[in-house]
């Protein structure tokens, strides 16, 4: 018989990948989407048809147990979040309960209603902040934003349930990934989305923050195989994942710009509105256990990751190569 996967999130960049990773598999799928007054499918319209909507949020119990109900998964995928983290310092309330309170939700959720499901959190590298790199499972935490305080409330409720209620529960800790799917506040989508519209002559700078900040960023449809991995294991564990590369936002933007032959420096602005009140300075993960355990690596480069984004970025915004819409010529 197929197994059943609920995943939360579903409409996000992670979810989607992941709902394609599990179709491929042969799962049935229910998705849990919230109550929008434009709903927004765009990155599963076009495996729409082959998932069940349920309608449902974090902050909301009893929509949690109806969905646990009605899907009784086999697994559950907790990929929803306010997962912003500069919006986390305007909406910190907000944050702490649906980032943070919302994982407990689910839990309890499973608890009572569908207590042999494996069940995935989307625990995060930004839990770490402050610590020194590399990363790995042993780090001591040190949270720099109300999200990454949040989401280490989601880490410790995934744990304390699993030695509490013996479900199988696991944390995956992942460091930055992206994609042509990334939402457009996100440092990556936001440099590849100006760099084409700069190059297609719609736009003439862009306005950046801390180009100084580093991260380790991956591809997101890498990332993915690694959550359904973590659930398929005989025992429950907590995994870091992650390239072990960091680049900064300013080496970013070099590959970026010099992808379409620009020079960054001639259109990249300092911009104060971009700060945060407390940065992350440096994210490199060590994802050593991963590869020995799972027998996961990543599989997509930092340069292929720049240039698919920067890629998808020029198709939205031109015709052809030397055409762009609006009849404007880069
Ligand atoms: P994303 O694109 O921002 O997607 C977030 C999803 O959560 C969306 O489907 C959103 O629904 C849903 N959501 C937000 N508030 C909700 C609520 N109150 N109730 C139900 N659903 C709600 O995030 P992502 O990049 O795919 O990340 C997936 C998860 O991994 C998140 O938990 C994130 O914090 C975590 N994470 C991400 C990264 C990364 O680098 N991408 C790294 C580590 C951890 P709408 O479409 O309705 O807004
Ligand atoms: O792309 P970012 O907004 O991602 P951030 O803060 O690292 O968080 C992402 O990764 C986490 C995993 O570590 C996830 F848990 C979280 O959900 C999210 O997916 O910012 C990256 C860096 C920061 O240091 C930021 O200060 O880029 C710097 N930055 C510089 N200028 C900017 C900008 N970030 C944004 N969003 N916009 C700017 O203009």
Not at 147 to 156: E, I, P
């Amino acid at each position: 018989m197929a197994k059943a996967a609920l995943i939360t999130g579903i409409t996000g960049q992670d979810g989607s990948y992941l709902a394609e990773l599990l179709l491929d598999n042969g799962y049935e799928i229910y998705g849990l989407i919230r109550r929008l007054s434009t709903p927004n499918f765009t990155r599963v319209e076009h495996v729409a048809d082959r998932i069940t909507f349920l309608e449902g949020d974090l902050t909301d119990q009893s929509s949690l147990n109806i969905a646990m109900q009605t899907a009784q998964p086999d697994e559950v995928y907790n990929l929803a979040a306010q997962s912003f983290v500069a919006t986390s310092w305007n909406q910190p309330v907000l944050t702490g309960d649906v980032t943070g309170l919302g994982v407990i939700r689910i839990l309890e959720a499973i608890r009572q209603f569908s207590p042999d499901a494996k069940f995935y959190q989307a625990s995060s590298s930004e839990m770490f902040g402050a610590a020194e790199s590399p990363q790995n499972e042993q780090t001591v935490f040190h949270p720099r934003s109300p999200y990454a305080v949040a989401k280490v409330y989601g880490y410790y409720s995934t744990i304390n349930y699993k030695e509490s209620y013996n479900l199988f529960a696991c944390n995956g800790i992942l460091f930055n990934h992206e994609s042509p799917r990334r939402g457009i506040e996100f440092v990556t989508k936001k440099i590849t989305d100006g760099v084409a519209r700069i190059h297609c002559g719609l736009s003439k700078e862009l306005r950046l923050g801390n180009l100084d900040a580093k991260r380790d960023w991956g591809f997101a449809g890498d990332y993915v195989r690694a959550m359904w991995l973590m659930l398929q294991q005989d025992k429950p564990d907590d995994y870091v994942i992650a390239t072990g590369e960091s680049h900064s936002v300013k080496e970013f933007v070099d590959e970026a710009f010099s992808s379409v032959g620009l020079d960054w420096q001639n259109y990249v602005k300092m911009d104060e509105r971009f700060m945060r009140p407390a940065d992350v300075p440096e994210l490199r993960g060590d994802a050593s256990k991963a590869k020995n355990k799972l027998g996961w690596v990543p599989l997509t480069s930092f340069k292929e990751l720049v240039s698919m984004m920067v890629e998808q970025d020029l198709i939205k915004y031109k015709k052809s190569d030397s055409d762009c819409i609006f009849g404007v010529k880069p």
